[in-house]
Structures are given as C-alpha cells and as structure tokens.
C-alpha cells in the first residue's frame, strides 16, 4: 500500500514538472504490484481530471485543432481496439505486453533525442501515431511511446506540448471510460479507488509545477527512464520464470 501512494504521488510530481508521467509511472509499478486491468482501471479518474485541469491552464497554448482533431479521434479508435485486447488476452500477455511498451518507449528515448519533427509532417502522421497510442493505452495502459514520444520530436515549448498532451489524453479517456464499463473492468470499487488515487496524484502536482520551472526536463526523463527499465526487467524476469 505504501508503494502504491508513493508510486501515486511522485507521478503527481511529475505531471506537474512535466505534463505527462503519470501511466508512465504508474501502470508498471501497479502491474507489477497487481495486474494491468487493475492499473488501468485505477487512472481512470487522474487521466481525466488532471488533464482537463491542464488543459484549461494551458488552453491559450495548443496545437490548431485539426491537428488535435485527428489525433485525438484517432487516440479513441485505438483505445477501443486496445480494451478489447485487454478482455481476450491473458494476465501474463498484458504484464508482457507492459515491459514491451516500456522497452519500445526507452529505445526510443535514448536512439531519438535528436529528432525534430517538422509540423508539416506530423500533421500527415498525426492519425495512424494517434491510433498506435490508443491501442497502446487501452492495452497497456500507457501510450507514451507513441503519443508522448511524438509530440516530444515536434520541439514543442513547454506549455504547447503540456496543453495539446493533455487533449490528447482527455479525448482517449472519454473513450476508455466506457469501453471498461461495457467490458466489466470498471465497477464501484475500482472507480473509488480511482478517486482516491487522483486526491494523490494532485498532492504532488503543485511541487512538480515548482519544481518543472527550476529543473532541467532531462533530470524527470532519466529518473523515468531508469524506474521503468527496473520494472521491464522484474516483469519479464517474473514472466520466464513461472
């Protein structure tokens, strides 16, 4: 229990630092301690809530809308093809599935830092990337390596890349919330858990938001990236060895 509110709060810290971190941090952790369903389940609430709060703090600094429409639409899509793999597939796939999306997401950090993505042609790829991280969120519950990673390569300023983020993540949650209802991953319990889980994570926001203004953005991606190569190598260690 411990573990998970601290899990719970340091990603508070860096969404508020960052703009994004929380399933990044918190689904591994949570499929490690538990199961993917549940993790997934339990950032309903936080996924919705704390970037709809972003997205109003950062409204006047968006991406144009056709940009986020296609996007975002696209983000639904996958989501719902990415929850029914969640249904047919089994506890020890997902948990794989989580490490796989973790290594994919660190590769991609460490080959492309240099990458810079002209706005023209992340327009043209803005749906099928939406689409891959839809599915990646609905089936394991963090669509980072495709959706974050993405708009990470366009050099966006701070505040474009946290505000179009955040609508990006509000459309698939949209999306996600009743996909898990129809699925019956998502019931009372699990939604109160949710809220709670949320009442954490916005503890740690408004140090995160201090501290993403005095940090270089460097220090939260190492810190990430060496948590979640920790947790890759423990799922897959967990996965060969039963």
Known sequence: MLITL????????????IGSGVPVIVV?????????????????????????????????????????????????LGIMLGTWGLVVLSPEQLSLGVAV???????????RRQLAL???????????VGLIGGVLQGAAGMSAPAS???????RLQRPVFIGSISVFFVA????QVPSLLSAGLL????????TLALLVILAGMPLGAQLGKRLPH?????????????IAVKIVVDFLTH
């Not at 002209?118 to 099928?128: D, I, S, T």
């Not at 974050?148 to 366009?154: D, I």
């Not at 460097?218 to 920790?230: E, G, S, V, Y």
Request: aromatic residues 10%; without cysteine.
């Open 28 to 76: 591994p952790v949570l499929t490690m301690l538990y199961d993917v369903k549940l993790a997934i389940a339990t950032l309903v609430v936080p996924n919705l809530v704390t970037n709809a709060l972003q997205v109003w703090q950062f409204r006047r600094h968006l991406l144009p809308l056709r940009f986020l429409a296609a996007f975002s639409i696209a983000g639904g």
């Open 172 to 175: 698939i949650t949209v999306v």
């Open 218 to 230: 460097h220090w939260f991606d190492n810190l990430i990236m060496l948590l979640l190569a920790t």
């Open 118 to 128: 002209p706005f023209e042609l992340a327009q043209r790829v803005a749906f099928p």
């Open 6 to 17: 601290f899990t719970l709060l340091a990603a508070g810290v860096v969404k508020g630092a």
């Open 148 to 154: 974050v990673t993405f708009l990470n390569a366009m």
């Open 187 to 194: 019931d009372a319990h699990r939604a109160m858990m949710s």
């Open 101 to 111: 999306a973790i290594v994919l997401y660190l590769i991609i950090k460490l080959t």
